[in-house]
């Protein structure tokens, strides 16, 4: 099966030429993370699920952040921003009606229409939940198009969680399994699983392998661990689905900052099959 492309379908005059978004909407959800809702000025985004874009402020640079929300006909767009250095503290400082601009959407994307039939097994670690969201999103929307629909939150502490209203609805949904871990907490603040995300894997129910795929997003170190478990659960490698992340410039193909041997993640990716990409040195 095929990962759809996005690469060319962003309805700008150049990949290279940002357009004017405007700031709609800011929320706090950590010490670190916020969340953000931008409108494009003349057209909908236009993404699909687990894409990215290239956002810039003038003056300051350009980074790749993914989309949060699944496709609006409003001109909206979500997304979660974490403060790690210059361009995501400038973002941080924005206020509703300043303006950005935006390149894109580019990359792979899950590919949910595929999947459709199957039963969905999510696992995303920390800010992994922001591009797995928008599948998610679409998933739930679509209840009766998948089978069983399995989700897996894994964070450092409870004050990195995101998306809390979401997650707390989630947890009361009779249609879902949805699980949640942090990998500590020692204030007592929090009274649910602790462990690292694998630590949730006994706990599930009896998934068919043959008929699940699993969807992993989250940091490079949860990769490996969580595939070791999908194996033990007889989970092929044709069935795990991964989106990764690199050190992106252009997003389009050209600079070569996110290439893995012969691949471009910013445009062969960042969804990849598993199957596609674990041969490859450094992918994992
Ligand atoms: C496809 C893709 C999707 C992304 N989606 C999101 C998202 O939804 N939300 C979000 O908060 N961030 C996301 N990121 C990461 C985001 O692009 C970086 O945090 C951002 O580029 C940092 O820019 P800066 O100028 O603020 O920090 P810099 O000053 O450039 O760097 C600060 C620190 O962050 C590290 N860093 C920079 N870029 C990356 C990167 N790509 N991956 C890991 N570490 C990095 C640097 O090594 C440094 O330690 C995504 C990255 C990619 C490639
Ligand atoms: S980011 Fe430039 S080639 Fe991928």
């Not at 999510?122 to 939940?129: A, D, N, Q, S």
């Not at 940091?219 to 007889?234: A, N, Q, R, T």
Request: net charge negative.
């Amino acid at each position: 099966m095929a990962i759809n492309t996005g690469v060319n379908e962003t309805g700008s005059s150049s990949l290279f030429l940002p357009e004017v978004a405007t700031l709609i909407d800011k929320r706090e959800m950590t010490d670190v993370d916020s969340f953000f809702t931008f409108k494009l000025k003349n057209r909908p985004l236009g993404h699909r699920y687990g894409q990215f874009v290239e956002l810039s402020i003038p003056g300051i640079g350009e980074a790749p952040f993914s989309i949060s929300s699944p496709p609006t006909d409003d001109h909206t767009f979500e997304m979660v921003i974490r403060k790690v250095g210059q361009v995501t503290a400038a973002i941080h400082s924005l206020s509703p009606g300043d303006v950005v601009g935006i390149r894109g959407p580019f990359g792979t994307s899950f590919p949910m229409e595929d999947l459709k039939g199957s039963s969905l097994l999510f696992v995303t670690g920390g800010i992994g939940l922001v591009p797995a969201r928008s599948a998610i999103l679409y998933a739930l929307n679509n209840r009766g198009a998948y089978k069983d629909i399995t989700i897996l939150f894994g964070c450092r502490d409870p004050g990195q969680r995101l998306f809390t209203d979401e997650l707390a609805a989630w947890s009361t949904r009779e249609d879902i399994t949805f699980m949640e871990t942090v990998d500590k907490c020692e204030d007592g603040t929090w009274d649910g699983h602790v462990g690292v995300i694998t630590t949730l894997f006994p706990n599930l129910k009896a998934i068919d392998p043959t008929d699940t795929y699993a969807i992993i997003v989250g940091p490079p170190v949860m990769y490996k661990f969580v595939i070791m478990s999908l194996h033990d659960m007889e989970i092929s490698d044709k069935r795990i689905i991964v989106s990764l992340e690199r050190n992106m410039k252009c997003g389009v193909g050209k600079c070569g900052h996110c290439q893995i041997n012969n691949l471009y993640v910013c445009q062969d990716g960042p969804v990849f099959y598993y199957d596609d990409i674990k041969l490859l040195k450094e992918a994992i």
